[in-house]
């Protein structure tokens, strides 16, 4: 199963809403020192499959990097061990600062 894809402008409406999921944000702890979201559960990439526990493959899981692209890595990942509502943040917490909120310092 391929996870889907949500854009940055999902994600704050999803956030904002107060929908129940799982904002997973997969970057090194040296990013999530530069800005994270307040919601997000933190689990470096280089944690999985360990960072599986941690996860309830009932939720709704949203994944997050800087850019995309270990994110839908570890979507993918998620998919292939049974978690069926995956989706992968298209660009990031960076297209996040660059869109939806320009106040986030970017790196």
């Not at 949500?6 to 409406?13: G, T």
């Not at 999803?14 to 997973?24: C, E, H, I, T």
Request: proline share 6%; hydrophobic share 40%; charged share 30%.
């Amino acid at each position: 199963m391929t996870p889907r894809e949500i854009d940055v402008e999902e994600l704050a409406r999803r956030r904002k809403s107060g929908d129940s999921f799982v904002l997973l944000d997969v970057r090194e702890p040296w990013e999530v020192a530069i800005v994270a979201l307040s919601d997000s559960t933190f689990i470096p990439m280089r944690d999985f499959p360990r960072g599986l526990n941690a996860l309830s493959a009932d939720e709704e899981i949203a994944v997050m990097c800087h850019s995309g692209q270990r994110s839908i890595v570890v979507a993918e990942f998620l998919a292939e061990q049974g978690f069926t509502n995956v989706a992968n943040v298209t660009g990031g917490i960076d297209e996040y600062a660059r869109r939806v909120d320009p106040l986030l310092p970017r790196y």
